[in-house]
């Protein structure tokens, strides 16, 4: 059902202040700090010189979504393919944009709607896998209001950050639906997901993997609307690099496929995985916890059957065209250069077996 209430649950109440963990690195073990080169009982060590070194922004906080990486670390798997990769949190799309065109050695992750947006700027960053393949934006409501279809949203104060993204998405999902513009109270905010806490708003547009995670965290009941529920099919969000760093497309390969190797193996034995993720993410969170969020997450990243890895570009263009619109892009971006599809496309073919196998 598109509508649904999670009970209180019970995980440990503590502050909201995964927002400062940009900088964080992801820790598989207190010793093992840095996602860097771990010897496996098959291959000894390579040369330090051998490995190529990246850093991977986020624009969220570093939580359960990164869960392939955190394991593809943990498990070595980076390190096999012969690189050295390190998770960094982030803000927001500007943050892991602003990271990329500064280092090539950055691999980004924001939300498509951002990145199209800085392309069209004239940044010199290219898209070249799916991170999600399916938007996690969802309307979030307490208990106490009703939040059962779209016409649930008219009189309701719907607060959400004004990114290119959530504006795409709220204008799509108003037209799709016949609502009445004049019956919504759209609220631009930092702070949506306090504003909701606080009930200055009724209703909250954010993300599952940052909004969603932190209302179970704090164990608020909620009711949750998903816009792919009622007709909107946004893409999700993508890794990016420089145009130089694609010069070296293998390296982006032998990533993808550590990365897809990790979510198989993050999915295969939950009961050694889970306290690997639990206690790699910014704030510690409890097993059981992890443990649905696992599980909620497989529908964004596999749904009905697509690849890993996956970028859909006819949704990618209709976002395109909803942003042109709406002028939040300055001028038309050529999408055939500011999407990469042969990388997927070689890693697709190279390690066709696992990637068939990636369990979300």
Not at 204 to 229: M, Q, S, T, W
Request: charged fraction near 20%.
């Amino acid at each position: 059902m598109p509508e649904m209430t999670r009970a209180q649950r019970n995980a440990r109440k503590s502050h909201y202040g995964l927002r400062l963990l940009a900088g964080l690195f992801v820790a598989c073990t207190i010793a093992y700090v840095l996602f860097g080169p771990k010897p496996t009982r098959s291959q000894g060590p390579k040369p330090e010189a051998s490995f190529a070194e990246y850093t991977v922004k986020l624009s969220t906080p570093l939580s359960v979504s990164a869960a392939g990486m955190i394991i593809a670390a943990c498990d070595g798997l980076f390190a096999q393919a012969g690189l050295r990769v390190r998770l960094v949190a982030g803000l927001d799309d500007d943050d892991a944009i602003a990271a990329v065109v500064a280092d090539e050695n950055t691999i980004g992750i924001a939300s498509t709607a951002g990145f199209l947006k800085a392309r069209s700027g004239g940044l010199p960053i290219v898209a070249f896998a799916g991170f999600y393949a399916v938007n996690p934006a969802e309307f979030y409501a307490l208990p106490e209001t009703k939040l059962l279809t779209p016409l649930d949203l008219e009189g309701k104060r719907i607060g959400y950050n004004p990114n290119p993204e959530f504006t795409a998405i709220l204008s799509d999902f108003v037209s799709r639906n016949s609502l009445a513009q004049s019956k919504l109270l759209l609220l631009e905010s930092n702070t949506p997901l306090q504003d909701l806490l606080d009930r200055k708003i009724d209703v909250l547009l954010g993300r599952h993997d940052v909004d969603g995670l932190e209302l179970e965290r704090l164990n608020v009941e909620n009711k949750i609307l998903r816009p792919e529920a009622f007709g909107v099919h946004a893409p999700g969000p993508i890794f990016f690099a420089q145009e130089r760093t694609l010069a070296q497309p293998n390296r982006l390969e032998k990533f993808l496929m550590a990365i897809a190797g990790g979510w198989s193996a993050a999915y295969a034995d939950l009961d050694r995985t889970i306290p690997i993720i639990a206690n790699s993410v910014g704030t510690p969170l409890p097993f059981s916890l992890v443990a649905r969020l696992m599980d909620s997450q497989r529908s964004l990243l596999r749904p009905f059957g697509a690849r890993f890895g996956e970028m859909d570009s006819t949704r990618i263009r209709t976002l395109q065209s909803q942003l042109s619109q709406r002028r939040a892009i300055q001028q038309p971006i050529d999408l055939t250069r500011a999407f990469n599809y042969n990388i997927l496309k070689e890693t697709y073919r190279n390690e066709a077996t696992n990637l068939s196998r990636v369990e979300p």
